[in-house]
């Protein structure tokens, strides 16, 4: 089925270089989010993108962290300057709707970051 | 700061008994709350949803309560099957503002 899709599924790095997040939303959601789970951790916000609206990027834990949604469709997710505090699990999800709160969102199987 | 916690980590159950999932919110702005579902390598899914002006929301053998004096809701399901097995969420959110995610519980249902 046309679900959300990331790449890559795993990505090895060493500390310090950068690296590229994909997501592929599902076609006509116009909400996408990104989250990242580190181990043991729940879901954590990073960024919002609703349409053409300006994304809410409250969630980012550091300016090295950026997300660009191109065409209201594919999303990238940028870290800079890895860390190893970065190590962890990155999940995109997609929603309808115009609102947040009460639409479920539709997750993709995430990226296993690993900075060495 | 965490608005939503599920204070298990995790919870083991035999095959046919009843599992009793607990999550506790701070934030009474939220009026929407939602389970997800997680198996290992792969994203959460949508399970079960509860707005505020509700107490009780079943589909199948998943129930959602909830009791919003206590900020409090839970999932239930009967009867368990092995296949239910999986890590899950609560989350919950306030109209057009972000979805907090608890840190999650594992459930274990035992043949």
């Known amino acids: 089925g046309a679900g959300v899709s990331q790449s890559p599924s795993n990505k090895v790095t060493e500390k310090g270089k950068d690296v590229e997040l994909r997501c592929d939303p599902i076609?006509?959601?116009?909400?996408l989010y990104w989250y990242r789970q580190s181990l043991g951790q729940g879901l954590e916000f990073l960024i919002y993108f609703q349409g053409n609206s300006a994304p809410d990027k409250s969630g980012l834990p550091s300016d090295r962290f950026s997300a660009e949604r191109t065409g209201g469709s594919v999303s990238t997710l940028t870290i800079q300057r890895t860390q190893q505090e970065d190590s962890a699990v990155y999940l995109c999800?997609?929603?309808?709707?115009?609102?947040?709160?009460?639409?479920?969102?539709?997750f993709g199987d995430g990226t296993r970051l690993s900075i060495l | 700061d965490q608005q939503v916690k599920q204070n298990s980590p995790s919870l083991s159950v035999q095959e046919g008994r009843i599992s009793i999932l607990n999550c506790d919110y701070t934030n009474s702005m939220f009026d929407y709350f939602l389970w997800y579902k997680k198996y290992p390598a792969e994203g959460p899914t949508f399970l079960i949803s509860?707005?505020?002006?509700?107490d009780k929301n079943e589909d199948g053998r998943f129930t959602v309560f909830l009791n919003k004096s206590a900020k409090h809701l839970s999932l239930h399901i009967v009867p368990s099957q092995p296949g239910d097995s999986a890590v899950y969420f609560c989350a919950a959110s306030a109209d057009n503002n972000d979805m907090r995610f608890g840190a999650g519980t594992r459930l274990t249902v035992k043949p």
């Open positions: 999800a997609s929603s309808l709707g115009r609102g947040r709160g009460n639409q479920p969102q539709h």
């Open positions: 076609s006509g959601h116009t909400a």
């Open positions: 509860i707005s505020s002006i509700k």
